[in-house]
């Protein structure tokens, strides 16, 4: 292993930017894993440290670089909500398709989790696919109302994947659609607008 990879994931996991830039200098690869085949990119986007992301963007870091977890840097922003993490991976032109080990897109983790900011971001930011379906047969939008609290923050991910043009007549695996799994959870401002999207 280079000497200088395991100082550089370190200062990345610090949130370091001028040890990373040194660790750099001095000849550290920019995406070498660790024992979890975690990047320093990788590492920075668990963090939120943005100008340790932006460095290794700037020295060609991947962002679709996944660890053993099936987790990349780019699908990390979905999981932590990070605008500003997301917009500084952007320009290194990351895989939106990219799933994680559940078959889901970013947007899947930040619907579920209510990072209303990042979906809305997501969404008119880029080109992002609204009606995914993940290995559990959830889109973005049964995820929001499933794994939800039917608060206004997931209301509102609701309002902006419908908006985004979210299909509201996909169901799960056994058929049951977002309207439906929302009702039954007596989510009354979900299922009102499911049931205006609806018609």
């Known amino acids: 292993m280079n000497p200088h990879d395991r100082a550089l994931w370190d200062a990345a996991a610090r949130g370091d930017a001028p040890a990373v830039a040194a660790t750099l200098a001095a000849g550290a690869t ?3 894993r660790d024992e979890q085949l975690r990047t320093a990119l990788l ?9 340790v992301a932006e ?15 099936e987790d990349s840097p780019w699908l990390v922003t979905g999981v932590t909500g990070s605008v500003p993490m997301m917009r500084v991976l952007l320009p ?23 990072h209303t900011v990042y979906v809305r971001a997501v969404l008119r930011e880029t080109d992002i696919r609204v009606d ?20 206004p923050r997931h209301e509102e991910i609701v309002a902006l994947l419908l908006e985004a043009g979210a299909d509201p ?6 058929g049951v659609t977002a309207y439906e799994h929302a009702v039954r ?15």
């Open 43 to 51: 590492i920075a986007a668990l963090g939120d440290h943005v100008a």
């Open 132 to 151: 995914h379906v993940n290995r559990l047969g959830w889109t973005a939008l049964l995820e929001a109302v499933i794994l939800g609290d039917g608060g």
């Open 92 to 114: 290194a032109g990351p895989d939106l398709g990219q799933r994680n080990r559940f078959g889901g897109i970013s947007l899947i983790p930040a619907a579920e989790r209510g």
């Open 169 to 174: 007549g996909l169901g799960d695996l056994d």
């Open 185 to 199: 959870r007596g989510f009354d401002g979900m299922a009102r607008l499911l049931g205006e999207a609806r018609r």
């Open 55 to 69: 460095l290794l963007i700037a020295a060609g870091a991947d962002p679709d670089a996944p660890d053993s977890r």
């Open 30 to 32: 920019v995406d070498a």
